[in-house]
């Protein structure tokens, strides 16, 4: 099995504690921010940051779907979502940069192996940095 990652990062000019508190609102921000991708969005339990469980299902491609059940634990400026369907982590960092923030999401999960995995590694970070890019994209616009 081989670890796949896809990573994506943005500058905005809101400071940290703005970005952060918006990343954090799943109840309100989360579902204005996240792009066609993301399907039948629900908040489980909380909805603002530690402790809020979330669900979707990221539909990738066509044929590729996953079904998500994160869990939310919020440390410092780093927000993790654990999926408990899969081995799939996203990690979100808010830094100060400037007067705004750099704002950085990282996706990992283990891949399969052989020639699949080959080609997981090889394609799904570059449908996941796009799904990403219109997040942070979104997110800069919402923050404003």
Avoid: C, H
Avoid at 45 to 66: C, F, H, M
Wanted: glycine share 10%.
């Amino acid at each position: 099995m081989a670890q796949v990652s896809a990573s994506s990062s943005i500058t905005i000019a809101q400071s940290p504690d703005q970005v952060l508190a918006a990343l954090t609102d799943y109840e309100t921000v989360r579902p204005r921010i996240l792009p066609e991708q993301y399907l039948d969005y629900a908040v489980v339990e909380g909805g603002q940051g530690d402790g809020t469980v979330a669900t979707w299902t990221l539909q990738a491609t066509s044929k590729r779907s996953r079904n998500v059940k994160a869990a939310v634990s919020v440390n410092g400026s780093t927000i993790t979502e654990r999926d408990a369907n899969s081995s799939m982590i996203t990690t979100w960092t808010v830094a100060p940069s400037g007067t705004g923030s750099e704002v950085t999401t990282t996706t990992e999960w283990k891949g399969a192996g052989g020639i699949g995995g080959f080609f997981e590694k090889t394609f799904a970070p570059l449908g996941l940095k796009k799904i990403q890019a219109q997040t942070l994209a979104n997110l800069e616009k919402e923050t404003r």
